[in-house]
C-alpha cells in the first residue's frame, strides 16, 4: 500500500542472534534513550512473532510479565522497557503480534478493501507492518522509528518481518539501519574466551533474506576486546567502529552510558543522517551514579506463589515490581535487596513467618487463581501485627481486605468469589459486567484494563504520596472491594483512601499512620507507571518507610 512519505523519519530495527533472551529489548531502549539526550522524538514498537493476539492471555511463567498500556493494551514486557527509558507513554500502535497483524489484513479482505486482489502473505502482510510502523510514528511526531522484532533471525515465525525491513530499505534507501544483538558465548577454562562463529551464522542468516546488520551489538559476560571485534568486522562485513560491546551490567539503566562510551548516538546519527541538537544524559548519570553509590540495604521481600515450588520461575513475571521498587530505592538512597518468598512455605509450616521479621518491607504483587493465598492472607496479617511496611498490589490488596475481614472484623468465611462463589463473606466480589462475560466465555481483553481515574481523600498517605487528589492509573483485572461492607471496614480503621470519581470502586486502602508505619494496597498497578527518573509515588513512599530502619 502507497504510503506518503515523511522525510524526517528514520527507522532502526533490532533484531536478535543466536538466542533469544539476550536483551534486545534493554538495548532497543537504550538506543532511543541516547537519541533522545541528542534532541531527537523518538518511539518504540515492538513486533511480536506469536499468533496470540495480544499477550493478555500468555503464561507469565513462560511468557514474562505482561504489561498494559494506558488504553488497555496487553503487551510484551520490553513496551514496559520503552516507557521507563523514553519516559513516555506508548499505546496499542506501539505493539503489533503475528495474529493481529493478520486478523486486521482478513478482516480488511472480508470488507473488500482489497477491491477483489487476491491477497497473498507477500506482499500484503509485510506492507501492513510497515502501515503500522508509519502510523504508530506519526502519532508520535516521532523522528525516529525504532522497532524490535522478536525472536531471532533464522527462525521461521519473524521472516516476514525481516521482509519487511527489506522492503522499506529498498523504498528508502538511507533512512533504515539495522542493529544485530547477539550473543558471544565465552569459554575456556577462565571463561574468558569470547567465541564469535555464532554471530557469523547469526549474519549468515540475515544475508539469506537479503539483509546486512549495519551495528553489531556483541552481549557477553565481558566487554569485546580488539581481536573479538576485527574478526566480528571482517567476517561480518561491518566497520570495527560499529561493532559495539555490551557487556553484563550491574544496572540495565547503566546500559546507554555503556553504549555512549563507545560514541554509538555519533555513528546512528552519521549513518542516518541525522543532525543532533545538543547532548543531555546528565539526570541518567546522577540516577546511575545514586545506584552505584548506595552501600546501605532496604531488604525486600516478594512474596509469590511459584518460588518455592520447584517450578521454574522467572523473574521476568514481576520486572515491573521489580523495577519500581528499584526506582524507589534509588529515591530513598538505598541499595535494594530484593528476595523471593513461597506463600506456599508460610501455609504448610505458620512458625515460618516469623523470618519475614528480618524484612524492612514486604510486597504482595497481582495475581490470580487460589494456589499459595491463605500463606499470603498469613504473610499479611503478620506484616499488619508486627508494623512491617507493606504494599499490596491488585490482589495483595484484595488479600489484605480479606485478611483484615477475618481477624479484625471477626467475618469467618470472609473471601474473594474468585476463589469461593459461595463464601459466606464475599468482601471481594465480581463486577456485575464482569460475570456476564465470563458466563459467556469471554475472557482475553475483557478485564478492567488501562488507566482509569481515582479521587484521593485529603490528609492520607496516599494524597501526600501524590501531592494531587486526582490521578489515573492503570488497570488489570475483574474483581473489586464488595460495596456492601465497605462501611463496616471503615468503621474498623480501614481507610479508603482512592475511589473512583462515582465513589462505586475503591482504589486504594491504607491504615493510618498512627496505626502502621506504611501499610497500603492499591487495587490498579502502580508498578506499570514507574520510571527510573520519576518513581511512582507509592513504592518511592514504601521504600522511604522500609528505610527508616536503616540509619
Given at each position: 500500500m502507497p504510503r506518503k512519505k515523511n522525510n524526517h523519519l528514520k527507522y532502526i530495527f533490532v533484531v536478535g542472534g543466536v538466542m533469544s533472551g539476550v536483551g534486545k529489548g534493554v538495548a532497543a531502549s537504550s538506543i532511543g534513550k541516547i537519541l533522545q539526550a541528542r534532541g531527537l522524538r523518538v518511539t518504540a514498537l515492538k513486533i511480536d512473532p506469536y499468533v496470540n493476539v495480544d499477550a493478555g492471555t500468555m503464561n507469565p511463567t513462560e511468557h514474562g510479565e505482561t504489561f498494559v498500556l494506558d488504553d488497555g493494551t496487553e503487551c510484551d514486557q520490553d513496551m514496559g522497557n520503552y516507557e521507563r527509558f523514553l519516559d513516555r507513554d506508548l499505546s496499542r500502535a506501539n505493539y503489533m503480534t503475528t495474529g493481529s497483524i493478520y486478523l486486521d489484513v482478513i478482516r480488511r479482505e472480508r470488507n473488500l478493501e482489497f477491491g477483489g486482489k487476491c491477497v497473498s502473505v507477500v506482499p500484503y502482510i509485510p506492507m501492513e507492518v510497515i502501515l503500522r510502523i508509519d502510523r504508530a510514528a506519526a502519532k508520535a511526531d516521532a523522528e525516529v522509528a525504532l522497532v524490535e522484532i522478536g525472536g531471532t533471525v533464522g527462525e521461521y515465525e519473524n521472516i516476514l518481518f525481516l521482509e519487511a525491513i527489506r522492503m522499506l530499505r529498498l523504498r528508502h534507501p538511507g533512512d533504515v539501519l539495522i542493529a544485530l544483538v547477539s550473543y558471544i558465548p565465552s569459554l575456556g577454562a577462565g571463561g574468558n574466551e569470547l567465541k564469535t562463529k555464532p554471530t557469523q551464522h547469526a549474519v549468515r542468516n540475515l544475508n539469506s533474506v537479503g539483509l546486512q546488520p549495519d551495528i553489531i551489538f556483541g552481549r557477553a559476560p565481558m566487554r569485546l576486546d580488539e581481536k573479538r571485534k576485527e574478526k566480528l568486522s571482517l567476517m561480518c562485513g561491518v566497520a570495527k567502529e560499529d561493532v559495539i560491546s555490551s557487556p553484563n551490567a550491574d544496572s540495565i539503566y547503566d546500559v546507554p552510558l555503556n553504549f555512549e562510551k563507545e560514541a554509538l548516538s555519533d555513528r546512528l546519527l552519521k549513518k542516518l543522517n541525522l543532525r543532533p541538537r545538543g547532548r543531555d544524559l546528565d539526570a541518567w548519570r546522577r540516577l546511575c551514579r545514586t545506584i552505584r553509590v548506595a552501600k546501605k540495604e532496604a531488604r525486600i521481600g516478594v512474596i509469590g506463589k511459584y518460588f518455592d515450588t520447584g517450578e521454574f520461575m522467572l523473574a521476568d513475571s514481576y520486572i515491573s515490581v521489580l523495577e519500581a521498587i528499584k526506582h524507589g530505592a534509588a529515591a530513598a538512597r538505598r541499595k535494594p535487596v530484593i528476595e523471593w518468598l513461597g506463600s506456599g512455605e508460610f501455609e504448610k509450616d505458620p512458625r515460618s513467618l516469623a523470618a519475614l521479621s528480618q524484612y524492612d518491607g514486604i510486597v504482595v504483587p497481582g495475581g490470580f487463581g487460589h494456589r499459595g493465598v491463605e500463606g499470603k492472607i498469613a504473610a499479611i496479617r503478620y506484616c499488619r501485627e508486627h508494623k512491617i511496611p507493606y504494599l499490596g498490589l491488585c490482589y495483595g490488596m484484595q488479600l489484605a481486605v480479606i485478611e483484615f475481614a477475618r481477624n479484625v472484623l471477626k467475618l469467618k468465611g470472609a473471601n474473594?468469589?474468585?476463589?469461593?462463589?459461595?463464601?459466606?463473606?464475599?468482601?471481594?466480589?465480581?463486577?456485575?459486567?464482569?460475570?456476564?462475560?465470563?458466563?459467556?466465555?469471554?475472557?482475553?481483553?475483557?478485564?478492567?484494563?488501562?488507566?482509569?481515574?481515582?479521587?484521593?481523600?485529603?490528609?492520607?498517605?496516599?494524597?501526600?504520596?501524590?501531592?494531587?487528589?486526582?490521578?489515573?492509573?492503570?488497570?488489570?483485572?475483574?474483581?473489586?472491594?464488595?460495596?456492601?461492607?465497605?462501611?463496616?471496614?471503615?468503621?474498623?480503621?480501614?481507610?479508603?483512601?482512592?475511589?473512583?470519581?462515582?465513589?462505586?470502586?475503591?482504589?486504594?486502602?491504607?491504615?493510618?499512620?498512627?496505626?502502621?508505619?506504611?501499610?497500603?494496597?492499591?487495587?490498579?498497578?502502580?508498578?506499570?507507571?514507574?520510571?527510573?527518573?520519576?518513581?511512582?509515588?507509592?513504592?518511592?513512599?514504601?521504600?522511604?518507610?522500609?528505610?527508616?530502619?536503616?540509619?
Open positions: 474473594t468469589t474468585e476463589i469461593d462463589q459461595t463464601a459466606a463473606h464475599p468482601v471481594i466480589d465480581i463486577m456485575p459486567e464482569q460475570k456476564k462475560l465470563m458466563e459467556e466465555k469471554k475472557y482475553g481483553g475483557t478485564m478492567r484494563l488501562g488507566a482509569y481515574p481515582a479521587e484521593l481523600f485529603p490528609k492520607t498517605i496516599a494524597a501526600a504520596a501524590y501531592g494531587t487528589l486526582k490521578i489515573s492509573e492503570r488497570h488489570r483485572h475483574r474483581y473489586e472491594v464488595n460495596p456492601d461492607y465497605i462501611g463496616r471496614f471503615e468503621k474498623a480503621g480501614v481507610v479508603f483512601s482512592g475511589k473512583s470519581p462515582d465513589g462505586r470502586l475503591m482504589e486504594i486502602m491504607e491504615l493510618a499512620k498512627s496505626v502502621h508505619p506504611f501499610f497500603m494496597g492499591t487495587q490498579f498497578h502502580p508498578e506499570l507507571k514507574s520510571r527510573p527518573l520519576h518513581p511512582h509515588p507509592l513504592f518511592r513512599e514504601f521504600m522511604k518507610a522500609a528505610a527508616k530502619g536503616k540509619k
